[in-house]
């Protein structure tokens, strides 16, 4: 049995205030299908309870009235602190502009929570990077690319941070983000869905990972890779019967929260919660200046 995660136990989310389909930037939002807004907010009012009856910390930032995705709190921004308490926060550059005004009102909240906040990219210029593209796993940040996050911004995440980045290339365009299509259980064990991604991708997910949970194309779009794990607490919104076959004998207990409304939008529980205590040097190694593996 692998080491449970280090990080994970404190989490940052903003409250479903405005939350809507207002464009379709992804394969699931559809401007014919709204999600239903007090169903969608029970449904993260449960979320939150949940986290919290695990003793999860939760921080709350409320929702910018013209930032309909906001509530996928996870691409605002990839957070970490160092082993001597240093924050630093690595906010998003957005593929698509219609979210890049996030992180004016993230930005600052980061800044009360310790973190000084970094660009990678303004204004369509320089590198793209969403931060729900990027996980702490074995000896470095896995960071998935094509769709959203590209070459540039990769790389700029491990300069950034000063850590070890190994990037895959996603290509299925339903698991546009790495959270849809791989999660980290364990110090040893994660779910992964090899059609996400390229042959050489797949190949090194499969090869960094000892224990791997596989996960079919189908499996992986039921969102149940989009999940967060506390300890040996698995929250899920959703789980196939292998998967939980799978989970239970690894000594896994799941937790499913219905999402559906949220799905909407084209994000479940990780989309929704960012981790902010992710510590360089504890859970990812402090390498000055990064250092970039790409799989080819």
Same mark, same amino acid.
């Given at each position: 049995?692998?080491?449970?995660?280090?990080?994970?136990?404190?989490?940052?989310?903003?409250?479903?205030?405005?939350?809507?389909?207002?464009?379709?930037?992804?394969? %699931?939002?559809?401007?014919?299908?709204?999600?239903?807004?007090?169903?969608?907010?029970?449904?993260?009012?449960?979320?939150?309870?949940?986290?919290?009856?695990?003793?999860?910390?939760?921080?709350?930032?409320?929702?910018?009235?013209?930032?309909?995705?906001?509530? %996928?709190?996870?691409?605002?921004?990839?957070?970490?602190?160092?082993?001597?308490?240093?924050?630093?926060?690595?906010?998003?550059?957005?593929?698509?502009?219609?979210?890049?005004?996030?992180?004016?009102?993230?930005?600052?909240?980061?800044?009360?929570?310790?973190?000084?906040?970094?660009?990678?990219?303004?204004?369509?210029?320089?590198?793209?990077?969403?931060?729900?593209?990027?996980?702490?796993?074995?000896?470095?940040?896995?960071?998935?690319?094509?769709?959203?996050?590209?070459?540039?911004?990769?790389?700029?995440?491990? %300069?950034?941070?000063?850590?070890?980045?190994?990037?895959?290339?996603?290509?299925?365009?339903?698991?546009?983000?790495?959270?849809?299509?791989?999660?980290?259980?364990?110090?040893?064990?994660?779910?992964?869905?090899? !059609?996400?991604?390229?042959?050489?991708?797949?190949?090194?997910?499969?090869?960094?990972?000892?224990?791997?949970?596989?996960?079919?194309?189908?499996?992986?779009?039921?969102?149940?890779?989009?999940?967060?794990?506390?300890?040996?607490?698995?929250?899920?919104?959703?789980?196939?019967?292998?998967?939980?076959?799978?989970?239970?004998?690894?000594?896994?207990?799941?937790?499913?929260?219905?999402?559906?409304?949220?799905?909407?939008?084209?994000?479940?529980?990780?989309?929704?919660?960012?981790?902010?205590?992710?510590?360089?040097?504890?859970?990812?190694?402090?390498?000055?200046?990064?250092?970039?593996?790409? !799989?080819?």
């Amino acid at each position: 049995m692998g080491e449970t995660l280090r990080w994970g136990h404190r989490y940052a989310l903003v409250r479903p205030d405005h939350f809507r389909v207002a464009y379709e930037i992804n394969p %699931y939002m559809h401007l014919a299908d709204q999600p239903d807004p007090a169903r969608a907010r029970d449904q993260w009012d449960r979320l939150v309870s949940t986290l919290r009856g695990l003793d999860v910390e939760v921080a709350v930032l409320g929702q910018r009235c013209d930032a309909p995705d906001m509530v %996928y709190a996870m691409n605002l921004g990839f957070a970490a602190t160092t082993t001597t308490g240093e924050g630093r926060v690595v906010m998003s550059h957005m593929r698509h502009p219609e979210r890049r005004m996030e992180h004016a009102s993230a930005a600052p909240w980061f800044a009360d929570l310790g973190f000084e906040p970094v660009y990678v990219g303004r204004d369509g210029v320089g590198a793209h990077l969403e931060a729900g593209d990027a996980f702490c796993f074995s000896d470095a940040l896995v960071v998935g690319f094509g769709p959203r996050t590209d070459e540039l911004g990769v790389k700029a995440l491990g %300069y950034e941070l000063g850590t070890r980045v190994r990037g895959v290339r996603i290509v299925h365009p339903a698991m546009y983000h790495l959270d849809l299509a791989f999660c980290p259980l364990d110090s040893t064990r994660a779910m992964v869905c090899p !059609a996400a991604f390229d042959p050489a991708g797949a190949r090194a997910l499969l090869d960094l990972v000892p224990d791997p949970l596989v996960l079919s194309e189908a499996e992986a779009l039921t969102m149940c890779a989009n999940s967060v794990v506390v300890g040996r607490t698995v929250v899920m919104p959703a789980c196939p019967p292998t998967v939980r076959a799978q989970l239970a004998d690894w000594g896994f207990e799941v937790v499913v929260v219905e999402m559906g409304e949220l799905h909407k939008g084209g994000g479940s529980i990780r989309c929704l919660t960012n981790p902010l205590d992710v510590v360089i040097g504890r859970d990812v190694p402090s390498l000055p200046g990064g250092d970039v593996l790409i !799989a080819r």
